[in-house]
């Protein structure tokens, strides 16, 4: 008797007819589930890739992306008074915080502008650094302003352009709980330098609208001003409250689940607090662009 799996298909005169059709079939009914399966996996993982920046300090904690020497050598010639806020400390190397501040006689208001919260944020940083040249540059700027900028909250995260800091914490949600050591130096200042308005310069997924998030503001003219001629711009504003402008209260600041800077800084003095958040699909001259759009408006809102 000869089964199927004995047949010689080099023998002289074979077709290949039997030995073709089982596996066939066989062959299909492995395909489906198998593109399925793996679709379902391959869904996941960029899924995942895409909602936790956690994992992604394994691969390139070590790999550096921009230079924080050349940084400081910008943020120093500015002419602005630049010191050090503190140091924060990875893998056995100090990385150094530091503030610019313009100081005007007979100023009335203190406006401080935070980026780079979010190491992962270029936009938001450049744009900080420009401020301060432009400060730098024409000290008539903003009269009756003292101003005060930390262009780099998490530096170890800008230079390897990672969300996180060398911790694996997300700095933006330490300022209550489980504190990070960058919030902890952000915090001091916060309590000792007398901010009237703060402005915290973020940027959101690629795709999703320009909006602003204002904690406990008495006056929501200037964010929802600001947002239109973000729009105007030809910038898409994310839906869901009045010119995209989110505004939270500060009564549940404890338990909020996004206890973060500007959350801090209005409970703790500043009158006026934004955070700013451009599409990072966007070319990044035209988010620095904004940026500075932001600051320039939202520093009006003192004494208002
Ligand atoms: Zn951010």
């Known amino acids: 008797m000869t089964t199927e799996q004995d047949i010689d298909n080099t023998a002289p005169g074979y077709s290949g007819v039997e030995r073709r059709g089982r596996p066939r079939k066989k062959k299909r009914a492995w395909l489906f589930p198998a593109i399925i399966a793996g679709s379902i996996v391959l869904g996941g993982v960029a899924y995942l890739a895409r909602q936790a920046d956690s994992w992604l300090i394994h691969l390139y904690r070590h790999q550096i992306v921009r230079e924080l020497s050349s940084m400081q050598t910008r943020f120093a010639a500015t002419g602005l008074s630049v010191s050090e806020l503190g140091r924060v400390q990875y893998d056995g190397v100090w990385f150094s915080l530091q503030v610019a501040r313009r100081v005007q006689s007979g100023a009335r208001n203190r406006l401080c502008v935070f980026s780079g919260v979010h190491g992962n944020e270029p936009a938001s940083v450049e744009a900080a650094v420009r401020f301060t040249e432009l ?88 964010a929802r001003a600001l947002a239109r001629e973000v729009n ?48 990072r699909g966007l070319d990044i001259e035209e988010r620095v662009a904004i940026q500075l759009l932001a600051i320039d408006r939202l520093a009006r809102t003192a004494g208002k």
């Open 135 to 222: 400060l730098g540059k024409d000290p008539s700027l903003y009269p009756g302003y003292n101003i005060t900028v930390v262009p780099l909250v998490n530096p170890w995260g800008w230079a390897r352009n990672l969300r996180r800091n060398g911790a694996n914490q997300d700095v933006s949600r330490t300022f209550y709980t489980k504190p990070s050591a960058e919030a902890e130096l952000v915090k001091i200042l916060l309590r000792a330098e007398g901010c009237d308005v703060v402005v915290d310069l973020h940027a959101d997924h690629a795709k999703r609208p320009f909006y602003v998030t204002s904690y406990d503001n008495p006056n929501l003219a200037a």
């Open 232 to 279: 105007a711009r030809g910038v898409p504003l994310r839906v869901g409250a009045p010119d995209a402008v989110f505004h939270r209260n500060d009564k549940d600041a404890i338990n909020n689940a996004r206890p973060n800077l500007g959350l801090y800084a209005r409970r703790n003095g500043a009158k006026q607090v934004y955070g700013v958040q451009t599409p």
